[in-house]
């Protein structure tokens, strides 16, 4: 795959992750408001770290926010994209931390009573390392070629 497939399929990939995490964002407010029987319950899609009142406004807001980046590098324009090549490792190596510390959470939590992964917090991660790819992916905005100077 070329560059324009690259590119194409990375600004997929951050849509990709935004629509993960909305997913989760849309499937917890539905559970809580109806509790339908074909959706885990509420306890699945927290950590219970954060009480539902203010995470709620905080996933609209990293919803919009991820929308924004998202779009920008859609369009390849914009000022939330990363252009500093040391900015970009860092934001690679914090993705890659994030990633992975969300993998330890999972089992850890898993060594404990009820051992299934939906009861242990799988909801939660899937949408952790959907902003943990978010992020990688944000940050390898490639970056602008010049043209040669004729």
Request: some cysteine; glycine content about 6%.
């Amino acid at each position: 795959m070329g560059p324009i497939g690259s590119e194409t399929s990375r600004v997929l990939g951050l849509w990709f992750c935004l629509a993960v995490f909305v997913a989760r964002v849309l499937g917890q407010f539905e559970v809580l408001l109806h509790a339908p029987p074909w959706l885990p319950p509420f306890e699945a899609w927290s950590s219970g770290l954060i009480p539902y009142s203010i995470l709620l406004p905080v996933q609209v807001l990293l919803v919009a926010w991820m929308a924004v980046i998202a779009s920008d590098h859609a369009r390849s324009a914009g000022s939330l994209r990363v252009h500093d090549p040391r900015k970009r490792t860092v934001l690679h190596a914090l993705a890659a931390i994030y990633a992975v510390s969300m993998l330890l959470r999972l089992f850890v939590t898993l060594a404990y009573p009820p051992h299934t992964l939906l009861d242990r917090g799988l909801i939660p991660v899937v949408a952790h390392w959907a902003i943990a790819g978010f992020v990688y992916l944000a940050a390898a905005t490639p970056s602008e070629r010049r043209l040669p100077v004729t």
